[in-house]
């Protein structure tokens, strides 16, 4: 390259840096507010679903003030600006951090409510999956934790506003995984999977004895026992299942006694 281009260039690159110097410093608006304008302004963000903003707002008061009431708010404020604004591991954590920060919180079984209905909400999806017939290799990991975070509203704070309605969430989901743990099994029995059948037919009738779906356990326990071989076994079951749903429609001679196997009226592919 010839000197008087090097020069030119050279020129060119001066100029640019220096009208890049005169361009004025972008100035955070929010530089000098107090923590209580901070907080104020996330609050009118989130009462007009603005929720990014307000995450930014809240995120600001942490940092520049993390001691006092307005930090120990804004950590629950913006537990639930994530949680609106659909950022649902951010939610959880700062849901974790606030109740492992401030255990004594007054606002503390609002902690544990709110990580509770992150992980509900989470699983609206798990709840149609029930009409997959793959259900293997799925896990409804986010119901489960939700069932123990409502849980600890139900048994620690019995007089909280939030217990009524997670005691309901509870009951919707302790049948939702008992029926999804039914359905599992029934999907190891449709092929000839025995021994796995047997085992999520055992784990639902342990861990949700409760359920309606339970009736469909016990019955696909004794089926299994039955197809295994395990006479002794099966016997217990179908003691237990005359015991306990003597009426049961899977007992009824014209029920489930057909000549395909039982299990095979869910197949429609049969």
Known sequence: MRPSLLTALALATAVLLSACSLLPDQKDESADWSAQRLYSEAKDQMASANYTKAIEYLEKL????????YAQQAQIEIAYAYYKDGERASAIAACDRFIKLYPNHPNVDYAYYLKGLVNFNENKGFLTLLANPDMSDRDPIASREAFFAFKEVVTRFPDSKYAKDAAARMRYLLNALASYEVHVARYYMKRGAYVAAANRAQYAIRHYPQAPAIEEAVYILMS????LGMTELREDASRIMKTNFPNSKYLQPGGYKR????????????
């Open 62 to 69: 942490q940092a520049r003030y993390p001691y006092g009431r």
């Open 224 to 227: 299994a026992y039955d197809e």
């Open 259 to 270: 000549r395909a196997p039982w299990w095979r009226i869910w197949d429609p592919n049969w």
